[in-house]
DNA sequence: TTGAAAGCGCTAACAG
DNA sequence: CTGTTAGCGCTTTCAA
C-alpha cells in the first residue's frame, strides 16, 4: 500500500489538494471554514498522512534541512572523530535545529575536502562547518547562496558567519596560569600550527603568556603532531629525549593533555608532581580524568546552539553577518601544582 | 542566479531533457551517441550544474539517504551522548554511508520516542536505530516500509535486521576473569536493567559466570543506576556506605569504569590494589584511563560498517532478515589485580 | 471560502 | 539514438 498523498486527502475530504495544503500549512492568508477544516484533519488521520518533505521543498525552495560537516581528527583516519568534543558539540547542534524543525545532514568533508556538492545536491537551507579547511574549498561554497556558520576557524571572510572562542585569549590563559604557579620551562603540545586554525591562535596566547613574564620563547618547548590521545603520549618520552627539563606543560586539548598524562605515567611520572599540565576545551573527560585536567572551559554546548541559530536567523531574512565569541575561562582542578620558580629540578 | 536545473543544460547542449537525464544516469539501456554525451558533459560543466536529489527521489522513489536515531544516554539530559561510544560508532556509520553514496539524516529520538515521522517526512531509504526503545515506538516503525537495522538491541521481531554482540557472553567473560582472579565478592554496577537492552544480558552473564564457581548472586552487589560516569562516580561511596566489602566490580560500560575508578580515588582508594574492575566497550578511553581498563572489547566501527551494509544489502532487493554477532573478548589491561580467593579483605 | 491549473526538477515509458 | 509526454507530491497564483 502507497503512502497517502495529499491527492488522496483531498479525496477522502471532499475537496481539492489546493484546500488541504492551506489547511496543513495554517494559510492564514485565505480562510478555510472550521467545517472544511475538520474534515480535512481527520481525513489527514485516517489516513495516516504525512507530508513529502522532499516534494514540498520542490516548490517552496526550503528544506529544512542543515548540513554538518565535521572533520576527520586525523588527516589518516577513516573516521571522523574519536575527540569527544565533536560529540558533544553535534548534540547541541542536533537537539537544537530539531526544536527548531529542522533535520541534520551530517557529514565528514568528502576526499577532495568539498562539501558544496552535497549541500547542492540536497539543498540545504544552511550549513554548519566545524574546523578549518583549505581556504579553495571553503571559497567554493561562496556559491552557494545559503548561510553557512563556521565554527572554530579564523578565515577572514565577508558572508560566513562565525562562532568561536578567544583561542588566544586561552592560551595565555592556560600559560600564565603556568607562570603564576612559578613554572618557567613550559612544554606547548599540540597539533600542527595551521594558518587559520585555532591552534595558531593558542600558540600567540602561549607566546603572550611567556612575554608578559619577560620570558623568550625556546622553540626546543615546541612539540607538534596531531591532535590525538596516542600523540601527545609520545610526546612524554620526546620531552625526555629532549632533555629540556620541562616543569610543565600547555596541551592544546583535553585529550592532547590526557595522553600527555598518560605517557608520563608510563616512564613513573606523577602528575602534576613531576610535571603540571594545563589542556584545553573541558569535555566532559577533563572531570573524569585522573588527575582531573586543569583546563580551559569552553561552552561547547552553547556552541552548537548558536550555530544553529546563526542559521535560522539568516533564513528568517537576517542578512547581515554574524559573528559570536563566546566566553571562557580557566577551570583551576587537580594536574597543576605551584613550585619554586627558582629550582632548577623538572621532570626530565 | 538561479541553480542551473536540467532544462537549462538540455538548452545548452541543444538537446531534450530525457537525453540529459539518460546522460546523466548512465543508463546503458539507452544508447547515446558520443557525440550527445560529450555535449551534455560540456553543458554541464559549464553551467556547473548539479542535480536536485529531492526531485530525483520525487520520481526515483530512492532518497539515497539513512536515518540515524542515537539515543539520549540519560533520559533526563537534552544532549544525546556523552558516552564516547556513540561518536565512535557515528563516524563509522557516517564513512561507509558515504563511501557508498548514501548521507546521513542525524536525529536524536522525538520527545514521544517517534521518530517514524521524520523517516516518512524525508522518505529515508533505510534507518539504524542505535539502542533499545519502547517496543511500541518500534513497532510503528512496521509502518514505513523501508529497511530498519537494530543496533544493539534484543527485540525479537521477523523484519528487523539486527546487529549486536553476545552481551551475555561479555558478561560472563568479564566476570569469569575476575573470579579466576581470585575475586569472590564481586560488584555489578550498571545503568537499570531494561527488558530488551544490552545490560540484561550482560547481567545474566554475570550470574553464569557465578554459577561456574558455585556462587550464589547476592543482591546487595548491585548498583543499578544510569550508564553515566557521575552515577559510577557516586558509587563508591554507595560501596562503602554499603559495606559489602567487594574485592573487585564489574562495570557494563567503559565510563562506567572510569567514574568508578575516579570515586575510589576520592576515597583515597588505589585501583588495582584495593579494588579490581573489568568494563565494557572498549572506547578509546579505556586506553587513555589510567590505569587502562581491562574490559571487554567490541568492534565498535564495525558495528557501523555492518549496519550500514545490511542497510544496503536490503535496498538491493536482499529481503531476508539479516543478523549480525559481532566477536568480542576480554581486554586484559592494569585495571585488575590477582587476589588469594580465601583472602577476607576488601577495599571496604 | 474554495478549486483549477501551472509548475518546481527530475525520470521513464513509449514512440519515432 | 533521441524527443514527447505524463507524472512524482506539493504549493500558489488566479479566478470564481
Redesign the pocket.
Known amino acids: 500500500m502507497?503512502?497517502a498523498?495529499?491527492?488522496d486527502v483531498a479525496k477522502a475530504a471532499?475537496?481539492?489538494?489546493?484546500?488541504v495544503?492551506?489547511v496543513?500549512?495554517q494559510?492564514s492568508s485565505?480562510?478555510?471554514?472550521a467545517?472544511?477544516t475538520q474534515r480535512v484533519w481527520e481525513a489527514v488521520r485516517t489516513l495516516n498522512y504525512v507530508?513529502?518533505l522532499n516534494?514540498?521543498s520542490?516548490?517552496?525552495r526550503r528544506t529544512n534541512l542543515i548540513g554538518v560537516v565535521i572533520p576527520q581528527t586525523e588527516p589518516g583516519k577513516e573516521f571522523m572523530f574519536s575527540n569527544p568534543f565533536y560529540g558533544e558539540l553535534l548534540s547541541a547542534i542536533e537537539y537544537t535545529a530539531r526544536r527548531n524543525g529542522y533535520h541534520l545532514l551530517l557529514s565528514g568533508p568528502e576526499p577532495d575536502q568539498s562539501y558544496v556538492g552535497i549541500a547542492r545536491n540536497r539543498g540545504v537551507d544552511g550549513i554548519i562547518i566545524v574546523g578549518s579547511y583549505p581556504t579553495k574549498s571553503l571559497s567554493e561554497l561562496h556559491q552557494l547562496s545559503v548561510p553557512v556558520v563556521l565554527v572554530d576557524t579564523y578565515v577572514k571572510d565577508p558572508v560566513f558567519h562565525t562562532i568561536g572562542i578567544d583561542d588566544r585569549l586561552g592560551g595565555l590563559l592556560a600559560t600564565r596560569h603556568l607562570l603564576e604557579m612559578g613554572h618557567r620551562r613550559i612544554a606547548f603540545v599540540s597539533g600542527s600550527i595551521s594558518e587559520q586554525g585555532v591552534t595558531q591562535k593558542r600558540f600567540l596566547g602561549y607566546m603572550d603568556a611567556l612575554s608578559e613574564f619577560s620570558l623568550a620563547l625556546d622553540e626546543r618547548h615546541l612539540y607538534l603532531g596531531s591532535v590525538s590521545f596516542e600523540f601527545a603520549q609520545s610526546v612524554a618520552q620526546e620531552m625526555e629525549r629532549r632533555g629540556n627539563r620541562e616543569t610543565a606543560a600547555f596541551a592544546t586539548a583535553d585529550i592532547m593533555g590526557m595522553g600527555l598524562i598518560k605517557g608520563l605515567r608510563h616512564m613513573n611520572r606523577t602528575i602534576p608532581d613531576d610535571l603540571s599540565v594545563v589542556s584545553f576545551d573541558d569535555v566532559d573527560l577533563a572531570r573524569m580524568s585522573d588527575p582531573s585536567l586543569t583546563t580551559i572551559h569552553q561552552d561547547i554546548a552553547q556552541k552548537g546552539i548558536s550555530a544553529v541559530e546563526m542559521i535560522l536567523a539568516a533564513a528568517d531574512g537576517h542578512k547581515e553577518k554574524q559573528e559570536s565569541i563566546l566566553p571562557i575561562q580557566l577551570m583551576v582542578r587537580d594536574s597543576v601544582r605551584r613550585i619554586d620558580p627558582n629550582q632548577e629540578s623538572g621532570a626530565f
Open positions: 502507497r503512502r498523498s495529499i491527492k471532499g475537496v481539492s489538494t489546493s484546500t495544503s492551506y496543513l500549512n494559510k485565505e480562510s478555510i471554514s467545517q472544511t507530508p513529502n516534494a514540498r520542490l516548490t517552496s
